[in-house]
């Protein structure tokens, strides 16, 4: 079968290209200029350690537990809060480094909405690197601490003010470009 | 683990997809029965693999798992639960999902309607719907996966866009994605016959309910958003040539005249390289509505987080999917042989093209009008936006012809026949037009545009109410009792009729919102009296509220008409914390003759409160007008079901 070639059924697609090319064109331009997303401020940094009593996980299963957590024990030096829950898939990924650092400053953890037990548990497969572990179990701490998600680590320095904090798993290039040279210049 | 199962359902129908199109183009020239039930059977798989996905991924907002970004993003616990499920489909990535969602359902509906008997062209058409499927699905996957977990997992969510949380808004998104993913049938449809190479009325008239699916689901889609944007935006108008707006209007606008031509090509098969041409079109324009609102293109109130790297993405499909047909379409549209058909000037075949010629060119105004800013921006770097100006000297002048012929089209006849109550109609029309021009005129503050636009609506009402008139007296049943009604309603095709009644009430409605609308604004306090015509308003009092995820200011108002009653307006502003956004909240007393809309706005209790006040007449006309013509769609293909399956029946009692 011969068929005619007549340029106005080419009409739809040139038009349809044009458009095409200049959509691109712009697309093109927005891509060049957009900005990167800017990282999550803390409200908290440079001011104290939110004054709100943290329970102590009971993790021998005791039937009362009263004691609280003390942070003023630690304050002689810079020391580490570190959110975290047994059912959070990152705090495992976070494990390793949070070990290498409690070799370094101590570590205290707060369990954020998590069943004694539970913590027990997982302590027990990914080693327990604190020195003292607070329970939050109804999330009212983290609040008050301005958490945005487990796993959350905080700075404290010897005056009690928090300096640093770090939402989301800790990474081994955040461990070294950000944490390391805050402790390094606390020593020195 | 069970949002991973999302994924991996996704995954499965994207392989699934890709190894269906292979199949496809491997047995495109060996087409056989068995292939095309093999592609039958996959394209239900497609659609159940789909299903389970979006299943889990509302399962995912119900409970709250903020493990997943997008959840995380656009949810929290407080939020009524219908949101959260709305919330599925309230972000970039959910919707996308709902939208393939929805192309598999269609692709599964077509494959098993019983009334094809050209398995060819079914085989085509499953085809390009699946290749059209397996582009979203490689878009989900590669840059939009809705089951993205995140590093850190957030206590509470960042809450939903307080201005989407509304029930309005929580089905404007499904209807529009049935309306724009509908057109894909068509197209797939159109794409078969040029690559099949041959069409006849069956095709015709097989093309032409999904046509109107898609067309009524995009007009409930459009109304709704429009009711939306006039009751929780606050600003009073319904309708602001917004260029997501037109991204919605333009293949509403295509399909509108695809729903015309395709009766002249059923009927007489003419215009069938034009109606394929529309076809695509159609299609063409859902894409680039979505390319539009989700690329960053053009910034909008709607758009979504934009990403200009999915922009690129949505371009290549846009190429490939629209691109190719239309390349197919320059070399082999001229194949198709037209009869040589004679039809007077009068004729039904005339008033469909006059239709065409007119929605063609209202779509490529609106085309313009909204890609105009871009081209500017794209070659001097300017950032203009166009507004409503541009469109009412544009746009409603076009539409007046349209009018003024859909009035009296109904009464021509096909081909050369004569028009039999022709003159006797329009002499009817004329006069009551005039007057209602008298009367019109005599109405305070009215301008020679209110004139024309309510003597347009009167005059498509009565040639409506003619035209079933004459339909019902040759029907020759009394109406006597009430079931002779349904009687007289089965026996007529009325679809159109309910459409176009439609577009007379809504012409109604915008005459009296555009050109009667009275308006107030200025500061009060409590206890104050006001009034707007013989509307009387008194601030009665002022109140804090809390609500599940907001707290409300809010002002009591009493309403007062003909000093009688008619009740209480509670005008809010709400502050949604979580999201840390305001939004008003309008009240609105609606009743037939029009709505008493007010707006509170800052204030305190010793200088007193902002407000402003419409009285909108007719208003709620607008979207009972838009609810009728898609009504029309609906009855149509009732009623075209009705006889294609009596046609059936009697074809076989003569074998």
């Known amino acids: 079968m011969k068929s005619k070639f007549s340029i106005t059924n080419f009409l739809p697609v040139i038009l349809f290209s044009f458009i095409v090319i200049i959509s691109g064109l712009v697309l093109y331009k927005l891509r060049s200029s957009s900005s990167p997303p800017s990282n999550i401020t803390s409200q908290l940094i440079g001011k104290k350690i939110p004054e709100v009593p943290v329970k102590l996980a009971n993790l021998n299963l005791n039937i009362n537990n009263e004691e609280f957590l003390n942070f003023k024990n630690y304050q002689n030096q810079l020391f580490a809060v570190n959110f975290f829950a047994s059912w959070c898939a990152p705090c495992r990924v976070e494990a390793p480094l949070i070990e290498d650092l409690s070799k370094i400053i101590p570590v205290i953890g707060i369990a954020y909405k998590d069943k004694d037990i539970d913590t027990k548990k997982f302590l027990e497969e990914f080693g327990n690197p604190y020195k003292k572990i607070g329970a939050d179990s109804s999330g009212k701490i983290a609040i008050e ?39 390094k210049n606390k020593n020195q | 683990m069970i949002p991973e199962l999302g994924h ?3 995954v499965l129908a994207f392989v699934a997809s890709i190894m269906q199109i292979v199949f496809w183009t491997y047995h495109i020239n060996s087409f056989n029965e068995l292939a095309l039930d093999i592609l039958k059977k996959s394209a239900l798989l497609n659609c159940i693999f789909i299903l389970i996905s979006f299943l889990i991924l509302t399962y995912s907002f119900i409970i709250s798992d903020f493990s997943l970004l997008i959840v995380s993003n656009n949810s929290h616990t407080l939020k009524p639960l219908i949101y959260k499920i709305s919330g599925t489909w309230g972000n970039h990535e959910g919707s996308l999902l709902l939208w393939v969602l929805i192309l598999s359902s269609f692709t599964f509906l077509v494959s098993y309607k019983k009334t094809h008997n050209n398995g060819e062209l079914l085989f085509s058409i499953i085809g390009v719907q699946t290749l059209i499927l397996c582009l979203f699905l490689a878009f989900i996957l590669l840059t939009s996966n809705p089951f993205e977990r995140v590093s850190a997992i957030p206590i509470e969510g960042r809450g939903l866009n307080p201005l989407l949380q509304d029930p309005g808004l929580a089905f404007h998104p499904p209807m529009l994605y049935v309306g724009y993913v509908g057109l894909s049938v068509s197209f797939s449809f159109a794409v078969g016959a040029l690559i099949t190479g041959k069409i006849n009325k069956e095709w015709a008239q097989q093309i032409r309910p999904w046509i109107t699916i898609a067309w009524s689901a995009l007009t409930m889609g459009i109304a709704l958003g429009s009711w939306w944007a006039y009751y929780e935006l606050g600003w009073g108008g319904w309708w602001f040539w917004d260029p997501v707006e037109n991204a919605s209007f333009m293949p509403w606008l295509i399909a509108t005249a695809l729903l015309h031509s395709i009766r002249i090509l059923e009927t007489r098969l003419i215009f069938i390289n034009w109606c394929i041409l529309l076809s695509i079109l159609g299609f063409a324009f859902s894409l680039l509505g979505t390319f539009i609102v989700r690329s960053g293109l053009l910034t909008s109130v709607h758009s979504f987080a934009s990403d200009p790297s999915r922009g690129i993405f949505i371009l290549i499909i846009l190429v490939i999917s629209v691109g190719g047909p239309l390349i197919l379409y320059a070399l082999k549209s001229s194949l198709f042989r037209e009869q040589k058909v004679q039809f007077n000037l009068l004729s039904k075949e005339s008033a469909l093209l006059i239709n065409n010629l007119f929605f063609t060119t209202a779509t490529a105004t609106v085309l313009i009008g909204t890609l105009y800013p871009l081209f500017l921006d794209a070659f001097n770097g300017d950032k203009i936006s166009i507004g409503p100006a541009y469109y009412n000297a544009t746009f409603a002048p076009i539409m007046a012809p349209i009018i003024l012929l859909m009035a009296i089209a109904p009464f021509f006849n096909w081909g050369k026949g004569k028009s039999k109550n022709l003159l006797k109609i329009i002499a009817i029309l004329i006069t009551t037009s005039l007057v209602s021009v008298i009367t019109l005129y005599t109405i305070d503050g009215s301008s020679i545009f209110a004139i024309i636009c309510g003597s347009l609506s009167i005059w498509l009402f009565v040639g409506v109410v003619s035209d079933l008139i004459i339909k019902f007296t040759e029907t020759k049943i009394k109406l006597n009792k009430v079931s002779n ?26 005459t009296g919102e555009q050109f009667f609308k009275t308006e107030f604004s200025g500061r009060k306090n409590i206890g104050d009296t006001f009034s707007i015509g013989n509307r009387v308003l008194e ?31 509670k005008p809010e502003k709400r502050y949604y914390p979580t999201e840390q956004t305001q939004t008003t909240e309008a009240a609105i007393i609606s009743n037939f003759l029009g709505d008493t809309y007010i707006v509170l706005g800052e204030g305190n209790y010793e200088t007193g409160w902002s407000i402003r006040i419409y009285f909108n007449p007719l208003v709620s006309w607008i979207w009972a007008g838009a609810f009728l013509m898609a009504l029309g769609g609906v009855t149509s293909i009732i009623q075209n079901k009705k006889t294609f399956n009596n046609a059936t029946k009697v074809s076989l009692n003569e074998i």
């Open chain 2, 8 to 10: 991996v359902f996704l």
């Open chain 2, 485 to 510: 009604l349904f009687i007289y309603i089965s026996k007529n095709k009325i679809g159109m009729n309910i459409a176009h009644l439609g577009v007379a009430i809504f012409l109604a409605g915008v």
């Open chain 2, 539 to 569: 601030f009665k009092n002022f109140e804090t509220i809390n609500g599940p995820n907001y707290q409300s200011e809010m002002g009591i108002f009493t309403l007062h008409h003909n000093s009688k009653f008619i009740g209480y307006l």
């Open chain 1, 145 to 183: 601490w301005g958490v945005y998600g487990v796993p959350e680590t905080f700075l404290i320095n010897e005056k009690g003010d928090i300096i640093y904090r770090h939402a989301g798993p800790l990474l081994y290039n955040v461990f070294k470009s950000e944490i390391l040279p805050l402790i």
